[in-house]
């Protein structure tokens, strides 16, 4: 499967890097964080998500900063566009 984009955790920033050959459109990302709750059972964890929206095009090799609301995201969501075409890729953090 080609990947589209990188991603490195500056700790309180993503850097979100085209790693393609080709021109992206940035539409939106979403974060998402593995967070401990209290449960009936004990102790459980929760992922949440925080949305934002980007709007920008990537030529090969440029980047982006998303800033980090919590510490540890555990997945990056992104929704581009390549030419016409929506896509979507997940990316483990």
Same mark, same amino acid.
């Given at each position: 499967?080609?990947? =589209?984009?990188?991603? $490195? #955790? ?7 890097? #085209?790693?393609?050959?080709? +021109?992206? /459109?940035?539409?939106?990302? /979403? +974060? %998402? =964080?593995? $967070? /401990? ?6 102790? !459980? ?10 709007? %920008?095009?990537? !030529?090969? !090799? ?11 995201? $555990?997945?990056? $969501?992104?929704?581009? %566009? ?12």
């Amino acid at each position: 499967m080609m990947r =589209y984009f990188s991603v $490195v #955790n500056n700790g309180k920033t993503l850097l979100i890097k #085209n790693v393609s050959e080709r +021109v992206l /459109t940035l539409l939106a990302v /979403t +974060v %998402k =964080y593995g $967070v /401990t709750v209290d449960t009936v059972d004990g102790m !459980g964890i929760r992922n949440i998500g925080d949305d934002l929206r980007i709007n %920008k095009t990537l !030529g090969q !090799g440029e980047t982006v900063e998303v800033p980090l609301k919590l510490p540890d995201p $555990v997945l990056l $969501v992104v929704i581009f %566009k390549d030419g016409e075409v929506f896509r979507r890729e997940d990316i483990s953090i």
